[in-house]
């Protein structure tokens, strides 16, 4: 059968995009470029917001990209059921578009951080997770200024009572972040917001480990069995 | 032209970084007493039109799509 087709969105200011693409090319899919200014999906299986500081960051990360002609349909096809995997200001993209809640805020320590970070895997059945293990460990790399996760006590309780902590920061919480969220989900498990870059994590040549592979074929997986 | 001002503060409950790192500055040029620094946004507009009721909903309608974040920042309008 014909390889699944993961789309990435490019913003102007993306910077991962390529990283994402590759990453899904050695998942074993084909990688679709999508561009925010089009108002077309392409018929793809799933997208990938990359990382990276779309439209400069201005006002808030991701505050305008939300606004973007593609986002149009980004939402209503992931309220749909569309798997979305958002890293970094991906995953600030998703927040402002309200398709996940809460928000990503200055890391408390003001410096931007760029490290290798470990995490834990805390739910396994997401579109994007189904190759690890609840509570599997990994180490990818981790480079934002705006990483801290914040929420109403009330959403971060909802969150942790029905599985949507994706992945929490293991010894080290570098930016802040609440209740050490690195990743959430929506209800339906198919939009996951990912703080850590899982695409610079797929070969041992220019990456710390390969664990970040594990996001990429899930979704893969997922589509060949759909 | 109607000018109006949108105020864009953190909520209280939000931890504000920034503002504390102001705030240990101020003590080692000689300014004590400052208990906290919060720090905000302030955008001013320029409307068309009369400066009224219509003007500042016109202001809230931007500041709670764009300016704002709700989930994190609370806003206030007024006329300039």
Known sequence: MDAARVGIITFPGSLDDRDAARAVRLAGAEPVTLWHGDHDLRGVDAVVLPGGFSYGDYLRAGAIARFAPLMGELVDAAKGGLPVLGICNGFQVLCESHLLPGALLPNAGLHFVCRDQRLRVQNADTAWTTEYAEGQELVIPIKNRDGRYAADRATLEELAANGRIVARYVDLNPNGSLDDIAGICNEAGNVVGLMPHPEHAVESLTGPSTDGLGFFTSIVKRLVNA | ?80
């Open chain 2, 1 to 80: 032209m109607a000018r109006v001002v949108v105020d864009v503060m953190l909520k209280p409950e939000i931890l504000d970084p920034q503002g504390q790192a102001i705030a240990r500055k101020l003590p080692q040029l000689g300014y004590e007493g400052v208990a906290s620094v919060r720090q905000g946004k302030r955008f001013e507009l320029e409307l068309d039109g009369p400066a009224d009721e219509a003007a500042l909903d016109r202001a809230r309608k931007i500041a709670e799509t764009l300016l704002a974040n709700p989930v994190i920042e609370n806003y206030e309008v007024r006329v300039l």
